[in-house]
């Protein structure tokens, strides 16, 4: 498929699509007359390295673990590193439901006491 193509279904921007290739995150063939041709399993590729960097790892880390992804193998080292960016990955997540959690009580909260038609300033800290 045309870069054009894969932008649109991965659903990232044509200039992040080369960006990826000089990151050495995606690799492409080149047409005879010189176009980008990209497979299928292109799109999921690209929808992954979006989610890793979504969760805060940069490419230099993102591209260490490309070779895992496409085979499955990984030195000890590597598998180590998966496992911790793994964990690091879940705390995040862990503090981000925390966090949703608080904001949900505090919408319960307005919802039972109601909105008010100016805004009270800013509240003290607890």
Avoid: N, W
Wanted: glycine fraction near 8%; charged fraction near 30%.
């Amino acid at each position: 498929m045309r870069i054009g193509d894969l932008a649109k279904r991965s659903g990232v921007s044509v200039r992040a699509l080369r960006y990826y290739e000089e990151q050495r995150l995606l690799e492409s063939t080149r047409t005879p007359g010189g176009q980008r041709s990209y497979p299928e399993e292109a799109v999921d590729r690209v929808r992954f390295i979006q989610q890793l960097y979504a969760a805060g790892l940069p490419s230099k880390v993102i591209v260490g673990f490309l070779p895992c992804v496409a085979t499955g193998r990984a030195t000890r080292q590597m598998f180590d590193h998966l496992l911790a960016e793994r964990d690091r990955i879940a705390t995040r997540i862990d503090e981000l439901t925390e966090a949703r959690t608080k904001l949900d009580l505090v919408i319960e909260q307005v919802v039972t006491t109601g909105i008010v038609a100016e805004d009270p300033g800013p509240a003290s800290a607890p």
